[in-house]
């Protein structure tokens, strides 16, 4: 089956504690984006990476980390300078042009123990 | 910088209702306009993309148009089912595809 996927599903962070959260995508895509969504709000971008070994901030990255070592993996570290992560994380992925149609992951919520 | 916003923020209808969900958006300059559906806890699903230089797209019983000039989009709903109940989230990908920019959403209950 071609798609994204997250993992865990759920997460637990203790306070201090730096938490990695895996995205892998098999559709060949270029493009991988993690969006943070809380209550009440739309996505917010953290992260986005167009290329192997490249990536941009987006409008909420401070206290969150990147790599993208591989095409098909962009995994995001929550550090624990992250003063309020506890939230819905959510991985896409995308052609660059062309349709540029946008696939999800299911999503990992963190939570802060 | 472009903005997203839906309206209404929930909807409430009973079963066999077709519904008007829209979107507005602020920069005209968008490469292209998707619909999504997210049910509670769960992940994003992909309805319907529109290209910017497209008006409108159907899928079954959904159809999705754009007006760029005006920066609306609609996803029209036709006979409702109480499965449609779910967060229906509107988004525009800028020129640059560097990011989707998301609405925050409109909540569609369907009573049978």
């Known amino acids: 089956d071609g798609g994204i996927t997250q993992s865990p599903k759920y997460l637990f962070r203790k306070e201090g504690q730096n938490v990695t959260l895996s995205c892998e995508q098999n559709l060949n895509h270029d493009a991988m984006y993690w969006y943070r969504q809380d209550p009440g709000q739309g996505l917010r971008l953290i992260y986005y990476?167009?290329?192997?070994?490249?990536?941009q901030k987006g409008d909420i990255a401070e206290g969150y980390s990147v790599s993208r070592e591989k095409k098909e993996s962009f995994p995001l570290t929550v550090t624990s300078a992250q003063k309020n992560p506890t939230a819905f994380y959510l991985c896409?992925?995308?052609?660059?042009?062309?349709?540029?149609?946008?696939?999800f992951g299911q999503g990992t919520r963190l939570t802060v123990v | 910088k472009q903005e997203v916003t839906q309206i209404p923020a929930a909807l409430s209808v009973p079963e066999g209702e077709n519904l008007v969900l829209n979107c507005s958006f602020t920069d005209s300059a968008i490469y292209n306009l998707q619909w999504f559906r997210q049910d509670p806890g769960k992940g994003l699903t992909s309805l319907l993309l529109i290209q910017s230089s497209q008006r409108e797209q159907t899928s079954g019983r959904l159809n999705a148009s754009l007006d760029k000039s005006s920066g609306r989009s609609t996803l029209y709903i036709a006979a409702s089912q109480p499965g449609d109940s779910a967060t229906y989230l509107c988004a525009g990908l800028n020129t640059g595809f560097q990011k989707l920019v998301f609405g925050t959403g409109t909540r569609l209950l369907v009573s049978p």
């Open positions: 990476s167009q290329i192997v070994n490249d990536f």
């Open positions: 896409a992925s995308s052609t660059i042009q062309v349709k540029a149609e946008a696939f």
